[in-house]
């Protein structure tokens, strides 16, 4: 099919997408649309619980492997929305509906672009497509389960809203569970050992402290205390407060280094790491993948945002059409042309590279 063709398709595509539920855990319905887009595309491909995949026609293992990825699941509409999110509506150039921005847009578009590529021979890099799912719950049956199925990969493109701008760093993220303990009493009596007294000391801390090193790409390490929680009547002096801090981890740490620091440092009875899994990410800016968007005129920055690209050990790229503003918004869209540009520029820089 011509890039034309392509394109007509994925946006159908993503049409049919959007008015398919595919909240994470529960994508069968949208895998099943992504198995007849291949069948209607004559594309061999292989399905893993909720994971649809395939390679390119003419694979050679003796060659690197590059991997293109997006994720078919989403998360569930919030409240605000005035349109219906399961209903594919076009208005002014945008395609309205849950998940046409995140990932949607981008997984089609990652689709066309394999598919343009498929039957080519001689290609310097293997292709293997991967529509994920359980991104948004960082589950176990998404793409990290697909790294113990899929050839083993050298480089990945990982499908986001970046408005085709070059991610070429992502932060990692840690959520700690923290507890300051005290002595309980009736709010009565005097008590030197408030635990939530003590906790305005550990607050303190947490607003004041900072990681020395700073990433070129993706600046500080970022701490946020968002939760606390203590207590159950007004009359009673509870026992300890909990506290969830959220860190967003730059390229200059390891997420165990992280951990480590804090459980030295904080004025905390403990805090506990509840996963370490979700890396910071990266790619080499002279990378050929990198270079080749930048001859496009397409800027490289880091990413704040969490992605599947953290189950990744190899070098990786965050790259979609789409704005990641939109993403998890009320009348969540994705423009048409976005999707139009995407597909052109994902296969240009490409035909640089393969």
Known sequence: MSQQELTHSAINLLKSLIETPSLSGEEVGTAKLIEEWFNAESIPFNRTKNNVWAVNKYFDESKP???????????????????????????????????????????????????????????????????????????????????????????????????????????????????????????????????????????????????????????????????INAGKQHNAVPSEVDLVIDVRVNDKYTNEEIAKMLQEASPCDTITPRSLRLNSSSIPKNHPLVQSGISLGRETYGSPTLSDQAALSCPSLKLGPGNSLRSHTADEFIYINEIEEGIDLYIKLLENVL
Not at 65 to 72: A, K, M, V
Not at 101 to 129: M, P, Q, R, W
Request: hydrophobic letters at 40%.
């Open 65 to 227: 492997t590059l991997l293109l990825n997006s994720h078919h699941d989403t998360v569930k509409p919030n409240q605000s929305y005035t349109k219906d999110p399961f209903k594919a509506i076009i208005e002014d150039g945008k395609l309205y509906g849950l998940g046409s921005n995140d990932a949607g847009g981008c997984l089609v578009s990652l689709l066309a672009t394999f598919a343009y590529f498929y039957k080519h021979k001689e290609l310097k890099y293997n292709l293997v497509i991967v529509a994920s799912a359980e991104e948004e719950n960082s589950g176990e049956n998404g793409i990290r389960h697909m790294l113990e199925v899929i050839p083993k990969i050298d480089v990945a493109i990982v499908g986001e809203p970046t408005q085709m701008h070059l991610a070429i760093a992502e932060k990692g993220l840690v959520v700690f569970d923290a507890k300051i303990k005290g002595t309980a009493s009736h709010a009565a009596h005097p008590n030197n050992d408030n635990a939530i007294y003590k906790s305005i000391e550990a607050l303190q801390w947490f607003q004041n402290y900072k990681f020395e090193n700073t990433s070129e790409t993706l600046g500080d390490v970022k701490l946020t205390v968002t939760q």
